[in-house]
């Protein structure tokens, strides 16, 4: 276990080394100038199975993809043999740090569905390879390399990059975006978030004093490249297939999670930026390994322009209810909603969504593309004749991200859009871990009131030959 005062000690050498960092990994290759036109994207998939194999089976739904090469850790599993078969004509690698030195002149992008822990140095180095890429949310699972990857981004701007919250290309989002501009959805003060149903939820005892012990390794599997820049763990099936997403050090919770899902329009239309206070008002089940059972997180934004100052309220649990206005009614849940291999999303007490409050008017909305309704139902007859007609979408968000690839979009969940969010998710699950209230300062982009805190918003050190992904 690293104590504090060894952890400040690394932190502070680590953060004057990352920040001060002499090596280019984006100069450090020639970047082929982008296809313009109607052709397939030569696309190169990381991470198979599970949610991994149904990104590629959207993809392959487009017609607009020409399969180039498959990479996954653990090629030997039944849950990536699916694909493996689909294109037996595609390059396969375990690493994708092979695929990328080996076939990188035969994709032009490529899509990531791994754990949190590994979005960052995977975008990283596709950036650097001049690839176009699409990734799964949360974007990062620290502040720091949510960070690091907007300045990639924004460094290349010919290359499309995409962040899996698909509700930024369905209905919710041009919703919101028209009740805005018709003055429907305007003075926001207040908004609660909840997840509320059991999918993401694990049943292990949280007077947790250890890691689990290490476990014999699946056969062809690479816990290596796995790991990634995390500090060495023994293998465990406790952190693979679906529960990394419950550890601290690989993922990013239910927050992580499901909040690109609940909370991306208001964060975007809203413009809120970064909030200047992070409280954990509430939680069960606290521990230094895994995220508690249930918890209730307060970020407060400021000001913005002529939008009065946000609360945002954040309920997670299963019986950790927020509470609801009159005249709420039925919460719905959206038939969209990918399965996993934890099972479909089942009925709850709650379906996960928010409850937005304005000075005048309520609006109850659910997650990914659910659309926004005015509440009570009295309320919502009285206003019918002053809605705005809502677009629809020109692609859904796989074809987005390949017509962006082909210069005819542009992405509309880029890094530079959706990284603020996943840095915003990033200071909860602090907040979360210590226990604690943060004060940050968006300006200078530190936390004020809690030194190590402070130190964690760059994470821990990267393991030895990972380093290299963090220099800019």
Not at 467 to 472: A, G, M, N, R, S
């Given at each position: 276990m690293v104590t504090r005062r060894d952890f400040l000690k690394t932190m502070s050498m680590a953060s004057a080394g990352l920040a001060l960092g002499t090596g280019d990994l984006l100069h450090a290759q020639t970047i082929s100038p982008p296809k313009v036109g109607g052709e397939k994207v030569k696309i190169a998939y990381i991470g198979i199975g599970n949610r991994g194999e149904q990104i590629i089976e959207e993809f392959a739904r487009t017609g607009m993809v020409e399969v180039a090469a498959i990479c996954d850790v653990d090629m030997g599993a039944k849950h990536t043999q699916k694909i493996m078969a689909k294109y037996p004509k595609a390059k396969q690698f375990r690493d994708f740090r092979k695929m990328f030195d080996k076939a990188g002149n035969e994709f032009d992008a490529v899509a990531i569905a791994t754990p949190d822990h590994s979005h960052f140095p995977i975008s990283m180095l596709a950036l650097a390879s001049g690839k176009h890429v699409y990734v799964e949310k949360p974007l990062a699972r620290t502040f720091y390399e949510a960070e690091l990857l907007m300045q990639a981004a924004l460094k290349r701007p010919h290359l499309a990059t995409q962040v899996g919250n698909q509700g930024h290309s369905e209905a919710n989002y041009f919703q919101f975006k028209a009740w805005m501009d018709a003055g429907i959805i305007k003075d926001v003060t207040a908004v609660t978030a909840h997840m509320n149903n059991p999918r993401r939820w694990h049943k292990w005892d949280t007077n947790i004093y250890k890691l689990p012990s290490g476990q014999q390794l699946p056969k062809d599997m690479d816990w290596d490249t796995w790991l990634g820049a995390v500090p060495h763990h023994e293998y465990n099936?406790?952190?693979?297939?679906?529960?990394?997403?419950?550890?601290?050090?690989?993922?990013?919770?239910?927050?992580?999670?499901?909040?690109?899902?609940?909370?991306?329009?208001?964060?975007?239309?809203?413009?809120?930026?970064?909030?200047?206070?992070?409280?954990?008002?509430?939680?069960?089940?606290?521990?230094?390994?895994?995220?508690?059972?249930?918890?209730?997180i307060l970020f407060r934004f400021p000001q913005r322009k002529s939008m009065p100052p946000v609360d945002i309220t954040w309920y997670d649990g299963l019986d950790n209810l927020p509470p609801?206005?009159?005249?709420?009614?039925?919460?719905?849940?959206?038939?969209?909603?990918?399965?996993?291999?934890?099972?479909?999303?089942?009925?709850?007490k709650l379906n996960p969504g928010k409850i937005i409050y304005t000075k005048d008017l309520i609006f109850k909305g659910g997650s990914h593309a659910s659309t926004l309704s005015i509440i009570p139902e009295e309320k919502a007859k009285e206003m019918a004749g002053q809605l705005p007609e809502v677009p629809k979408s020109p692609s859904n968000h796989f074809e987005n991200f390949l017509l962006a690839c082909n210069g005819i979009e542009k992405t509309r969940s880029p890094f530079e859009i959706n990284g603020v969010l996943s840095q915003v998710f990033s200071l909860g699950v602090m907040a979360q871990r210590l226990n604690t209230q943060l004060f940050f300062d968006s300006r200078t982009k530190q936390i004020t009131n809690n030194e190590f805190a402070n130190a964690m918003l760059t994470g821990l050190p990267p393991r030895k030959g990972w380093?290299?992904?963090?220099?800019?």
């Open positions: 099936e406790k952190y693979h297939l679906g529960e990394w997403r419950c550890w601290y050090d690989f993922g990013m919770g239910a927050l992580g999670d499901w909040g690109a899902h609940i909370l991306d329009t208001v964060h975007e239309f809203l413009e809120l930026g970064l909030p200047y206070e992070v409280t954990l008002q509430y939680q069960e089940g606290h521990n230094d390994y895994f995220f508690p059972y249930s918890s209730t609801i206005p009159a005249g709420y009614g039925v919460s719905g849940l959206d038939p969209n909603i990918p399965a996993t291999n934890q099972g479909n999303t089942p009925a709850a380093d290299q992904f963090y220099k800019l």
